[in-house]
């Protein structure tokens, strides 16, 4: 079983930055698959970054440039810098977990609570 807990969230203006932390319980969550996603009222969940156990990244075509994720795995801990915010970037930001990296894409195992990111014109 692996806990996920977000923070990191908040309210900022267009253009802003915002680091949002990802903290998984458990030794084993250094081998799993991690990812970000997202989802603003009435649209569907959004995959916006994913790194793989051994460090690879992809992002999704709407951040593509402003954002970046990363890993701690000595802190079991997964980063996601948000730079250039947009209001479109407006959404609960949850992390997600799975031992299979192609889960993230379609039902993590993991999820966290969320965590809120506004972005004000």
């Known amino acids: 079983?692996?806990?996920?807990?977000?923070?990191?969230?908040?309210?900022?203006?267009?253009?802003?930055?915002?680091?949002?932390?990802?903290?998984?319980?458990?030794?084993?969550?250094?081998?799993?698959?991690?990812?970000?996603?997202?989802?603003?009222?009435?649209?569907?969940?959004?995959?916006?970054?994913?790194?793989?156990?051994?460090?690879?990244?992809?992002?999704?075509?709407?951040?593509?440039?402003r954002f970046t994720i990363s890993r701690d795995n000595a802190k079991n801990t997964v980063y996601l810098q948000m730079n250039m915010l947009k209001p479109e970037d407006t959404a609960v930001y949850y992390c997600n977990a799975d031992p299979i990296f192609e889960r993230l894409h379609s039902r993590p195992r993991y999820w966290g609570q969320g965590t809120q990111v506004t972005v004000s014109s």
């Open 1 to 65: 079983q692996v806990q996920l807990v977000e923070s990191g969230g908040g309210l900022v203006q267009a253009g802003e930055s915002l680091r949002l932390s990802c903290a998984g319980s458990g030794s084993i969550f250094s081998i799993y698959a991690v990812g970000w996603s997202r989802q603003a009222p009435g649209n569907q969940r959004e995959l916006v970054a994913v790194i793989t156990s051994g460090g690879s990244t992809n992002y999704g075509d709407s951040v593509k440039g």
